[in-house]
């Protein structure tokens, strides 16, 4: 077996995606080789999609998911688009389903190139977001950050789309709050056993939303697709829009949106929007040892 497999860089919104390809082999990309990888400036990453052979019938893939700490995700949206695009270029087909620990994706690459992801249905039971605390109602938890009596950010939505998410509403522009400071120290917040997702959003029409995330596990991020959708759901579950929202990522380069849709008729969540490849290379998944093709870096490693 080689030590090395193919990978490509990619993004979804600027959201920074590495696309492993393990197929036909038992082996998985090591949090070891995903620190290593995050490391360099060149192949730094807020998530790894490692393509694995199916597990279960009627499944193209498994997909392992690792934050650019090496810690593990159950879910990512823009990840998950990523992989659409690369297997609907190796393959010419258009339609996938997808294994992850967090259970079945169907996905579909439009005409357009766009690309839908079902990513299933919201959780909101306190106990499986997970939440420390009972929460009878998981839309409104009580949790702040700043002063006690004049809070910065306060009554998150609390909600799992497969990996936990806290959105915190606000009225001013997202990007004149300072979520670099207070992103780790909610991320971590005993509230979030399991550390959780944190989203700023704001609501600037009954069809769209504004969102900025500190990703667990990567840090502040250029977009994060399950923050969207959970940004939407939760929108729409406290009655600031209908279940049909346009997701402005205000942190995405250039600033781009997705289109997401809490379906009515069988509670799943449809994320819809574009994905880019960059360039292609390959990676020992035991050390991230890397090279790119067709480079000098290539011929140098
Ligand atoms: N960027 C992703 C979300 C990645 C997973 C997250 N950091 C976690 O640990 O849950 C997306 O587009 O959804």
Redesign the pocket.
Known sequence: MSATVEFARMN?LG?KILVVDMRGRPDKVTPAAAVVLNADPQTEF??IMAIHDPKAEGTDAFID?L?SDG?K???????TRCVVQALAAETGRKVFTFQTVAGILNAVEHEDGTISVDMGRPVFDWDRIPLAEEFHDTSRIELQIGPIDKPVLHSPSAMSMG??HAIFWVDRDVMSYDLARFGPLLENHPMFPERA?ITLAQVTSPTSVTTRTW????GL?L?????ACSAAVSAARTGRTGRKVTINVASAKPPAMLSIEWRERDDHVIMTGPAEWEWSGRVDPSTGLWSRDGTREAEAQ
Request: hydrophobic residues 20%; contains cysteine; glycine residues 18%.
């Open positions: 979804g959201n807020d998530q998911i934050n810690s995700a159950q879910a990512c949206g823009n990840g990996n936990p997702n990703e667990r596990g990567a991020t977009a994060c697709g399950s923050a």
